[in-house]
């Protein structure tokens, strides 16, 4: 089952369940804490609590984000991704690698990512994301999602180095406004299973393949990061987590991306997630 | 003739048996009185213009931390101008509004850390849109006192350090009690901060922030700021752990600069890990920021 985020023709943003052969969605009517734990392994939108259908030619797709929700994100998670560092001595960091997005990063699906005018060397990186549905208990933490869904973790690769930090900071490489695309819809578990997936995850740039690999090839699981979040930041519902990119950004071939460019991110199941790169501009 | 001192107008969040609200708080600390109108309003035109309610006790009321709900909060690390081993340029970090706590709350000790660590630091707090092109520091509305919990026993998975674990640690990092309504630059540049744990003498600590109309523009560039954003803005030298050693089970916190109400906190038990981790046997280094 498919779940969406999305405006109306009222203008509000709701929740609802996308039927994608029929193409209508029917809207959500309870909080999202009271659904996305029934919603993660229903059959179909019977069993949810569920309005009348509309045409999806008559919505707007918008990013899954319940308003309020967190976005984290870790990295250098794949054997593949190493490989773009383009050093022999690239290797997987002992512990994972954490960030947090604000909601101002988050852009809508089809909608266009700001070209932060703090960087030259704008990148690319598709990312499965979870869906947080409720707390985390003592079962595998992938029990408590929602679903996944299709992240492009677009940020910068210049080096910035200060006299208490050899690297780059996440901060200024990851929280920029507007240049985390989410979507186009979640998928739920029902559909991947709980545990650690196994989905084909691919780029393109202007039609040309620049990423692809598979889910299954994640050094550290998602059950493991789930639990590593959880213990420092409580996962919430509506929670977002992204997982690392696979190999093929740009900084492998030196091919970053400029205004204009269209990115297409596929992960198998899910769907793909299409965006464009805007105009240099300062956070707005 | 004497000169009158002017006390700062403080403004806090509070909680009734019905809903949460701001207030500005009687300089005797004993009443307040709910601002009437909408944040985006009261924090842009300043006092002369609030419209306020009725003096309502302060004891039927419970103090929250003075956060718009659905602010956001960043912190940044700037240089001390007088020592070098500051960062250069600006290292910027997000803390989830969930991390905050108020005056009085207990501080959580998550299980995986047993080097907690709390700065005392001025928190700026965002009035209105900030100006590219006139004084950017124009958009502050007030300052308040923060507690900048860290968790020092973090590695470098990419060279720099994991701020996200170092900083983001839900519900350990207190902020209040009350805003004081101004400008902030004095009290980053000119008043001393210190820290207390328990009953050891208090660290004082040192401006950390030169230039906080460089802060908040290096912010805006990157996250436009709205009213209602919190900036931890750093601690300057001081000795770290605090008091020596690190913070404890049950361990009392406190914080104080000149002008603002003191913000004290209770360390509470030391966490259980729901399950083993294949990072629990490691052992990072210690490290500051």
């Known amino acids: 089952m498919k779940i969406v985020r999305y405006r109306g023709s009222d203008e509000q943003p709701s929740w609802g369940v996308l039927d994608d052969e029929e193409w209508t969605v029917r809207p959500l009517l309870a909080p999202f804490a009271e659904w996305a734990p029934v919603a993660a392994w229903a059959d179909g939108p019977d069993d949810l609590p569920v309005g009348a259908a509309v045409a999806a030619g008559e919505i707007t797709l918008l990013a899954p984000l319940q308003p309020g929700a967190r976005v984290f994100g870790t990295g250098i998670n794949y ?13 997987h960091p002992p512990t994972p690698p954490g960030y947090i997005k604000l909601d101002s990063t988050i852009v809508n699906p089809f909608g266009e990512v700001r ?24 079962e595998d933490p992938t029990a408590a999602l929602l679903g996944y869904t299709v992240g492009n973790d677009i940020c910068h690769r210049d080096e910035v180095s200060t006299s208490r930090q050899p690297a780059t900071e996440l901060f200024s490489r990851k929280s920029l406004d507007g240049t985390a695309p989410v979507g186009p819809w979640v998928t739920t578990l029902a559909e991947i299973g709980v545990g650690q997936p196994d989905l084909r995850i691919s780029q393109t740039v202007n039609g040309e393949p620049r990423q692809d690999d598979t889910t299954k090839n994640m050094h550290v699981t998602i059950p493991e990061i789930l639990d590593w979040f959880d213990s420092r930041t409580r996962a919430r519902p509506g929670d977002l987590l992204f997982t690392g990119t696979v ?10 991306l400029a205004p204009g460019d269209r990115l297409d991110a596929s992960i198998e199941r899910i769907g793909t997630l299409t965006v464009w790169i805007g105009e240099p501009s300062w956070a707005r | 003739m004497s000169e009158s001192v002017v006390e700062p107008v403080k403004v806090g969040r509070y909680r009734d048996a019905e809903r949460e609200f701001w207030a500005v708080r009687a300089a005797d600390a004993r009443s307040v009185r709910e601002l009437r109108m909408p944040f985006d309003m009261w924090a842009a035109i300043g006092p002369p213009g609030w419209v306020l309610g009725p003096d309502r006790p302060l004891e039927e009321l419970r103090s929250l931390p003075p956060v718009r709900p659905g602010a956001r909060v960043f912190g940044v690390e700037q240089a001390n101008p007088d020592d070098d081993s500051y960062a250069r340029p600006l290292l910027g970090w997000i803390k989830p509004a969930t ?4 005056a009085g709350a207990t501080m959580r000790f998550p299980a995986h850390t047993t080097a907690l660590d709390c700065e005392p630091e001025v928190v700026v707090v965002i009035g209105r849109a900030v100006s590219r092109r006139a004084t950017p520091t124009d958009a502050v509305l007030g300052w308040t006192l923060g507690g900048d919990t860290s968790v020092r026993d973090v590695g470098r998975p990419t060279g720099a350090a994991d701020l996200y674990t170092m900083k983001a640690q839900d519900e350990a990092s207190p902020v209040g009690p009350t805003i004081v309504i101004g400008p902030a630059d ?16 208090a660290d004082p600590i040192t401006a950390a922030v030169d230039d906080l109309a460089a802060v908040l523009l290096f912010l805006d560039e990157r996250c436009r700021l709205r009213p209602g954003d919190l900036v931890f803005t750093g601690t300057g030298r001081r000795p770290t752990p605090v008091a ?10 406190r914080i104080s600069a000149a002008g603002a109400d003191d913000l004290e906190v209770v360390v509470g038990a030391k966490e259980r890990a729901r399950r083993p981790s294949r990072w629990s046997s490691s052992s990072p280094e210690v490290l500051g920021v």
């Open chain 1, 79 to 91: 054997g593949s991704h190493l490989l773009d560092a383009k050093r022999a001595d690239a290797a």
């Open chain 1, 115 to 138: 070209y932060p005018t703090t960087t030259t060397r704008l990148d690319y990186e598709v990312e499965l994301v979870a869906v947080v549905a409720r707390p985390i208990g003592d």
């Open chain 1, 247 to 256: 190999g093929g950004v740009g900084l492998l071939t030196d091919q970053f």
């Open chain 2, 99 to 102: 991390a905050l706590i108020g």
């Open chain 2, 186 to 201: 004095d009290v980053l540049r000119d008043s001393p901060r210190t820290i207390a744990v328990d009953d050891a003498p």
């Open chain 2, 244 to 253: 020596g050693r690190w913070l404890a089970e049950g361990g009392r916190v």
